[in-house]
């Protein structure tokens, strides 16, 4: 059986995933149109798989040009992988999982970068850091829960006119401490 983790976190099916999670359900054409270095039968078969894992699915049919073009919607809920693949999960693996994780957002932040000027990247709010935060088990879990608590909220907003997408990317690392 093949883990959720290995699913999700392969490059296409992420930038599949990424793409319909930016608002609106779209077809293969535009599909192909946003991820733009994917072949079509590529994209099909990536398609496909997430369909079979229940990740996405049709939602419409739209006719263009004679034929039916199938509208293809993420299904938020199905993507959280399961605490206990998590901790059956072997290391290995889970470098695997970050390190496409990690080349995705290089490749988010690579595109961005190429299109736009520095003099854009505070008004566009892009920025980047790390910083180490000391806390005890008891405030690094407040901390992570008002934090859930406002992406969620954030989560649930439509895409308007007046609101842009920007990818939320975050991890926390344990550190040993230098006492």
């Given amino acids: 059986m093949t883990k959720k983790a290995d699913l999700l976190l392969h490059p296409i099916r992420m930038r599949i995933i990424q793409q319909l999670l930016l608002g609106k359900p779209l077809t293969i054409a535009e599909l192909l ?15 496909n798989l997430l369909m079979e894992a229940n990740f996405i699915e049709v939602i419409d049919t739209k006719k263009v040009k004679g034929t039916e073009e199938r509208v293809f919607s993420v299904k938020k809920e199905k993507l959280q992988i399961p605490e206990q693949e998590i901790e059956t999960t072997s290391q290995e693996d889970h470098i695997k999982h970050f390190s496409v994780f990690h080349g995705n957002l290089l490749k988010l932040a690579t595109m961005y ?10 008004e566009d709010g ?6 180490p935060l000391h806390l005890t088990d008891e405030e690094f879990q407040e901390l992570v829960q008002s934090m859930n608590e406002h992406i969620e909220k954030a989560i ?24």
């Fill in 33 to 47: 149109d946003a991820l733009g270095d994917v072949p079509q039968a590529t994209l099909y078969r990536h398609i």
């Fill in 113 to 122: 970068l190429t299109e736009a000027s520095p003099k854009q990247y505070k």
């Fill in 126 to 131: 892009f920025a980047y850091w790390n910083t």
């Fill in 156 to 179: 649930n907003n439509k895409p308007t006119p007046e609101r842009t997408a920007r990818i939320f990317a975050g991890m926390f690392i344990p550190q040993k401490s230098q006492e």
